[in-house]
């Protein structure tokens, strides 16, 4: 049932961006401008099905480690992929001090997680465990793929609105064709469009891959303990990461502006309260499976 249920939410988001793509077509190039914004949709649609994972990977800057780089990582992400019944994910390191992660991924066959150096660096074991069990349950509910598809026209939502700005800025355009003030009204609509679209497909999201990590690990605490330090390095040192892949990451890399207002995060607060709340809920099971 989920399968379907993530399947049928990546067909409407497709659709969803299609179709937004040729409004803006249509606003900055008439109908000869729908065209060219449809055939352009389905070129990216093609791509984020099949690339979406790479492309989110690359704008992030992530590069894939051996197990003889990172064996003590690898041997972790094995261990809980196991556990979590998927295949093992690629494992791949971010160079960033800010504390951060996230996963990717098509598919559980095709899935990869990444962390960034200060996570490793400021977590212990079972708190970088607790992540990464994190991590492996968005693959494992194939929330990966969704989210890699929305980074993905995000960073392309971004680009034709910057393209928007400077064609309206010293092209002018004729304005039965949709130029001029058309291409100001996308500089502001598109980014807010993306950020929506992010936001309505990853807050619930974090909830059900938290408690389904900590079931995972065996233990809620690490993933809760986890997430608190996590707030505070990354307020202390905001990422600098795309816009376009800020939703993928465990807590929300960037604070403050339009980032804030259209936060694709549930508080951590909530996130941390929800896994104490587990976390009394495994403790007697814990005490009848003992005796």
């Known amino acids: 049932m989920s399968r379907i249920w993530n399947t049928t939410k990546t067909t409407l988001l497709l659709a ?54 990172a064996p003590e990582l690898h041997r972790l992400v094995e261990t809980l992929a196991n556990r979590a019944g998927i295949p093992k994910p690629r494992v791949h390191l971010i160079d960033s001090p800010t504390p951060n992660a996230f996963a990717t991924g098509r598919s559980p066959s095709h899935g990869a997680v990444a962390a960034t150096t200060g996570l490793l660096q400021m977590l212990n074991r079972d708190e970088v465990a607790g992540v990464m069990a994190h991590e492996i349950a968005h693959i494992k509910n194939r929330d990966t793929l969704i989210s890699s598809i929305a980074a993905t026209f995000a960073g392309a939502i971004s680009m034709i609105a910057d393209m928007a700005f400077w064609s309206a800025l010293f092209g002018g355009g004729d304005e039965e064709e949709g130029g001029g003030a058309g291409g100001f009204l996308m500089l502001f609509l598109a ?42 390095g990354v307020r202390q040192q905001p990422m600098q990461v795309s816009p376009a892949t800020s939703h993928l990451y465990i807590v929300n890399p960037v604070f403050g502006g339009l980032a804030g207002l259209f936060s694709t995060h549930p508080p951590t607060e909530k996130r941390i309260a929800k896994l104490e709340e587990l976390r009394r809920a495994f403790q007697p099971a814990a005490k009848t499976s003992a005796a």
């Open 16 to 69: 969803t961006l299609t179709a937004f793509f040729v409004v803006i077509g249509g606003a900055l190039g008439g109908s000869g401008g729908m065209v060219i914004a449809l055939l352009f949709a389905t070129a990216i649609n093609m791509a984020a099905w099949w690339f979406s994972d790479k492309m989110a990977l690359k704008m992030s800057g992530a590069r894939e480690v051996t197990p003889e780089e």
């Open 191 to 232: 980014p807010i469009a993306a950020l929506i679209i992010q936001l309505a497909i990853s807050r619930s999201r974090e909830f059900v891959a938290d408690a389904e990590g900590a079931r995972i690990l065996g233990d809620p605490k690490p993933l809760a303990d986890a997430l608190r330090k996590l707030e505070v």
